[in-house]
């Protein structure tokens, strides 16, 4: 088959049993080919490090996979549940995210937790500079990133059904003080100017006391979202 854009084959690190994954989708996941003699072909996809992300395809039917990595890993960290199932939320109020389609937390499938979702095809900048985008465009393209990460922050959490996730207020003071944390770990020196600005991001956070509570997205940039090839430049979260 042609290789599905900024895929490689499977990393030997992220390899798992294909046979028994097809066994698996052919059993839960409605509209999955079941035809034996068409071949289930997977690809990794080269971004989506955290999570790794690969391309199905058996048919015509094409699907993106999500899963955990194998191994040890920190007790917060890629928790592939909450992804999928603040996906879903988002889906079902209409943002343009791919539709979440099954989730799996039988990890003797493939040895991790994971979840499928449906394939969108689109366009994806990964040299930010746009090289061979026109400035016309790029106004486009920017304005589309703009309007949808409000949308995003527009939704109420309770009415997502999402209240039991994230960490609840203080949102601000979390970040300064993360920063100042990761900062000062790292530093092999004092920089007078770095104190004096960790100083006053805490002394000037918001006067309501960092009450709001929204939806961010941890990674919006414009090489981590899929543009609707049509006009309009309609990102999708990638």
């Given at each position: 088959?042609?290789?599905e854009p900024n895929t490689t084959e499977v990393r030997e690190?992220?390899?798992?049993?294909q046979g028994a994954l097809e066994e698996y989708l052919c059993r839960s996941l409605?509209?999955?080919?079941?035809?034996?003699?068409?071949?289930?072909?997977?690809?990794q996809y080269s971004s989506g490090q955290s999570n790794p992300t690969f391309y199905l395809k058996k048919g015509l039917k094409t699907y993106v996979l999500?899963?955990?990595?194998?191994?040890?890993?920190?007790?917060?960290?890629?928790?592939?549940?909450?992804?999928?199932?603040?996906?879903?939320?988002?889906?079902?109020?209409g943002f343009p995210v791919p539709e979440p389609l099954l989730?799996?937390?039988?990890?003797?499938?493939i040895g991790t937790q994971f979840y499928m979702m449906q394939h969108v095809q689109g366009r994806i900048f990964?040299?930010?500079?746009?090289?061979?985008?026109?400035?016309?465009?790029?106004?486009?393209l920017y304005i589309a990133i703009i309007e949808t990460l409000a949308k995003l922050h527009s939704f109420n959490v309770n009415s997502l059904g999402l209240q039991d996730y994230g960490q609840g207020t203080g949102y601000c003071k979390?970040?300064?003080?993360?920063?100042?944390?990761?900062?000062?770990?790292?530093?092999?020196?004092?920089?007078?100017?770095?104190?004096?600005?960790?100083?006053?991001?805490?002394?000037?956070?918001?006067?309501?006391d960092d009450n709001e509570i929204t939806l961010i997205?941890?990674?919006?940039?414009?090489?981590?979202?899929?543009f609707d090839p049509r006009e309009e430049f309609l990102p999708l979260k990638n």
């Amino acid at each position: 088959m042609a290789s599905e854009p900024n895929t490689t084959e499977v990393r030997e690190q992220h390899r798992f049993c294909q046979g028994a994954l097809e066994e698996y989708l052919c059993r839960s996941l409605p509209g999955f080919p079941v035809e034996p003699r068409e071949v289930l072909k997977i690809r990794q996809y080269s971004s989506g490090q955290s999570n790794p992300t690969f391309y199905l395809k058996k048919g015509l039917k094409t699907y993106v996979l999500r899963k955990k990595p194998h191994g040890p890993l920190l007790p917060q960290a890629h928790k592939i549940d909450r992804e999928y199932w603040i996906q879903k939320a988002l889906f079902a109020a209409g943002f343009p995210v791919p539709e979440p389609l099954l989730y799996c937390s039988d990890v003797s499938v493939i040895g991790t937790q994971f979840y499928m979702m449906q394939h969108v095809q689109g366009r994806i900048f990964r040299d930010i500079t746009l090289p061979e985008v026109s400035p016309a465009e790029r106004s486009a393209l920017y304005i589309a990133i703009i309007e949808t990460l409000a949308k995003l922050h527009s939704f109420n959490v309770n009415s997502l059904g999402l209240q039991d996730y994230g960490q609840g207020t203080g949102y601000c003071k979390r970040q300064v003080s993360t920063w100042m944390r990761q900062y000062q770990a790292a530093a092999h020196i004092q920089i007078p100017v770095m104190t004096e600005l960790s100083e006053w991001l805490m002394s000037n956070l918001p006067d309501d006391d960092d009450n709001e509570i929204t939806l961010i997205h941890g990674d919006f940039r414009i090489d981590n979202i899929i543009f609707d090839p049509r006009e309009e430049f309609l990102p999708l979260k990638n």
